[in-house]
């Protein structure tokens, strides 16, 4: 299952055979992506229908 489809689903541990190492804030930073952004959250927004829009500073 590739990482999207595992982090979709409701329960279970999404992390399982997916390789990761805590953050310095200690959020999730995938093994073999090209790039990572950590940020501070800035401000959260409305709009997004059942989801909510995260804005981040750096």
């Known amino acids: 299952?590739?990482?999207?489809?595992?982090f979709a689903v409701t329960g279970?541990?999404?992390?399982?055979?997916?390789?990761?190492?805590?953050?310095?804030n200690g959020t999730p930073l995938l093994g073999g992506v090209l790039a990572s952004v950590e940020c501070e959250s800035?401000?959260?927004?409305?709009g997004g229908g059942d989801h909510a829009i995260e804005?981040?500073?750096?």
């Open 12 to 24: 279970g541990d999404r992390f399982a055979g997916i390789p990761w190492r805590p953050a310095s």
């Open 55 to 58: 804005q981040g500073r750096a």
């Open 42 to 46: 800035a401000d959260v927004l409305g």
């Open 1 to 6: 299952m590739r990482a999207a489809g595992g």
